[in-house]
C-alpha cells in the first residue's frame, strides 16, 4: 500500500494521500459491515476501493466479530494471488 500511495503521489501531488484516504474508508466500511460483501473463494470477501483499481481481500470470523485483511489487491494483477495467503 506504501509503494502505491508513492506511486500514485508522483503521478499528482495529493493522490497518494487521496488512495491511503480510500483505502482507510473501504476498512471502515468494511469493518462496519463485514457481511455486506458476498463470499467469494475459500470464504473470503472482497470490497472494492472507490476511485482506484483495487479491492480488500477479507474474511469475517463471525464468531469473534474479527476482519482479517488478507490483501490490498490492485486489479490488474493475475486474480488467482488474491486468495494467496502469505
Known sequence: ???????YEEQAI???KRFVEMI???LV????????FPKTKQH???VVV???????????DKGESIVNVLHVF??????KLKYRQQ
Open 74 to 79: 490492485h486489479t490488474s494483477r493475475n486474480p
Open 44 to 46: 473470503f470477501r472482497e
Open 29 to 36: 466500511l468494511t469493518e462496519t459491515n463485514p457481511e455486506a
Open 24 to 26: 482507510k474508508k473501504t
Open 50 to 60: 472507490e476511485d482506484f483499481p483495487y479491492l480488500i481481500v477479507y474474511r469475517y
Open 1 to 7: 500500500m506504501e509503494d502505491s500511495s508513492d506511486w
Open 14 to 16: 495529493g493522490l497518494g
